[in-house]
């Protein structure tokens, strides 16, 4: 079956440490999306890649990093310098992010706890 | 800019009874629309999209949704809930950033719980 995985379902942090979320997807899809979601504040885009080694930045890019060397993988690292990590992060894909429009697809989402 | 707006985040309907879910957009371009469901810990599910086609769009579940241009809403209806329908429900619109590419925005979300 074609779909999103994302991993681990749950991850714990201390304050200080660097944690790599990870997301792999079988659909062949050109782009992928990190999400936050925050309970009441619906889902806010942190990076999304069209293409492989290509990514640009969403509306709350401060403190995370991403990589796209290859097609079905794009791991999103949490770095110390994100205040506030605590959350639920949720990795999508769709066939293409450009004019001709085509929904995303999620994956089942790492929930994040710093200690 | 595009914007999504769902009136009331939570709404509780008996068993049965209509689901109505409200969503109002802002868009300066012709909008793509959908709504998503979320059940507790999992990820969103499409379950259904307008994209300039039929006004009335139908989905999974029994759920669908008609796109109103003149009052810029596309609100989410079933006429018969089900206890299996108890998730949170998140309106989005399609934007076009300034690398040309299209991206979602999304609602705040709707709760809807169920009674028996």
């Known amino acids: 079956d074609g779909g999103i995985t994302q991993s681990p379902k749950y991850l714990f942090r201390k304050e200080g440490q660097n944690v790599t979320l990870s997301c792999e997807q079988n659909?062949?899809?050109?782009?992928m999306y990190w999400y936050r979601q925050d309970p009441g504040q619906g889902l806010r885009l942190i990076y999304y890649?069209?293409?492989?080694?290509?990514?640009q930045k969403g509306d709350i890019a401060e403190g995370y990093s991403v990589s796209r060397e290859k097609k079905e993988s794009f791991p999103l690292t949490v770095t110390s310098a994100q205040k506030n990590p605590t959350a639920f992060y949720l990795c999508?894909?769709?066939?293409?992010?450009?004019?001709?429009?085509?929904?995303?697809?999620f994956g089942p989402g790492t929930r994040l706890t710093v200690l | 800019a595009q914007s999504v707006t769902q009136l009331g985040s939570h709404v509780s309907v008996s068993e049965g009874a209509l689901v109505l879910l409200r969503c109002n957009y802002s868009?300066?371009?012709?909008?793509?629309l959908f709504w998503y469901v979320q059940y507790p810990n999992q990820g969103l599910q499409l379950l259904l999209k307008?994209?300039?086609?039929?006004?009335l769009v139908k989905g999974i579940n029994g759920f669908e949704a008609e796109f109103k241009k003149s009052e810029t809403s596309f609100h989410l209806t079933k006429p018969s809930a089900h206890m299996s329908d108890a998730a949170e429900y998140f309106c989005?619109?399609?934007?076009?950033?300034?690398?040309?590419?299209?991206?979602?925005?999304f609602g705040s979300g709707t709760q809807l719980t169920v009674l028996p």
């Open positions: 999508a894909s769709s066939r293409s992010s450009g004019v001709f429009y085509n929904e995303q697809f």
């Open positions: 659909l062949n899809h050109d782009a």
């Open positions: 890649s069209q293409i492989v080694n290509d990514f």
């Open positions: 868009s300066s371009v012709p909008p793509y």
């Open positions: 307008y994209t300039s086609a039929a006004t």
């Open positions: 989005a619109v399609s934007s076009i950033s300034s690398g040309s590419a299209r991206q979602l925005t």
